[in-house]
T-cell receptor, first 114, second 116 residues
Framework: ETGVTQSPTHLIKTRGQQVTLRCSSQ?????VSWYQQALGQGPQFIFQ???????GRGNFPPRFSGLQFPNYSSELNVNALELDDSALYLCASSPQDRINSPLHFGNGTRLTVT | DQQVKQNSPSLSVQEGRISILNCDYTNSMFDYFLWYKKYPAEGPTFLIS?????DKNEDGRFTVFLNKSAKHLSLHIVPSQPGDSAVYFC???????????????FGKGTHLIIQP
């Protein structure tokens, strides 16, 4: 069973630039969620994708957007990067049709904005 | 406004003894609670969960207790082992979801250190 994989593992960008992070969900999982973990904080929910549509969103501005593809993989796009966007970005997958199924996380992408 | 609080940033326990990690929440809509464990350079790994219809759930060395009236839950690890040294996150959700459309709300984590 292949787990959640994320790429790249590390990324350095300049303020104002745009970034795309990628995630492959665990096999058999059709739902993907993205979380932001700032230093010293717990992960914060950005949004969730199911059937290629966003079906839930946390308190993040519209410059955070995403996509889900037919194979359930996903992308997180962040436009107009700000210094505060520096964080670990975690992707998680789960099977939508199984209630109480916990999220399975990837190892994350460490984004540094300078 | 932190809806899930882990008030101990770190906890040091001797190997073989019991580790007790605590978590408090403020949102009455939360009805499903999870504990995740995180090693450096890895993503969080699911440990154990409990729904609000129960007050205890056990899985091997790990037991989670839920006190709904106090809006408090705790994770007990017995006996503690060196491999348990990690950051532990408490998380909560509504609608009996393990991480649905409203997402999970996480605490800031407790760094557990098991001393040999």
């Amino acid at each position: 069973e292949t787990g959640v994989t994320q790429s790249p593992t590390h990324l350095i960008k300049t303020r104002g630039q745009q970034v795309t992070l990628r995630c492959s969900s665990q096999s058999g999982h059709n739902t993907v969620s993205w979380y932001q973990q700032a230093l010293g904080q717990g992960p914060q929910f950005i949004f969730q994708y199911y059937r290629e549509e966003e079906n839930g969103r946390g308190n993040f501005p519209p410059r955070f957007s995403g996509l889900q593809f037919p194979n359930y993989s996903s992308e997180l796009n962040v436009n107009a990067l700000e210094l505060d966007d520096s964080a670990l970005y975690l992707c998680a997958s789960s099977p939508q049709d199984r209630i109480n199924s916990p999220l399975h996380f990837g190892n994350g992408t460490r984004l540094t904005v300078t | 406004d932190q809806q899930v609080k882990q008030n101990s940033p770190s906890l040091s326990v001797q190997e073989g003894r019991i580790s007790i990690l605590n978590c408090d929440y403020t949102n009455s809509m939360f009805d499903y609670f999870l504990w995740y464990k995180k090693y450096p350079a890895e993503g969080p790994t699911f440990l154990i969960s409990i729904s609000s219809i129960k007050d205890k759930n056990e899985d091997g060395r790990f037991t989670v207790f839920l006190n709904k009236s106090a809006k408090h839950l705790s994770l007990h690890i017995v006996p503690s082992q060196p491999g348990d040294s990690a950051v532990y996150f408490c998380a909560a959700s509504a609608m009996y979801s393990g991480g649905g459309a409203d997402g999970l709300t996480f605490g800031k984590g407790t760094h557990l250190i098991i001393q040999p």
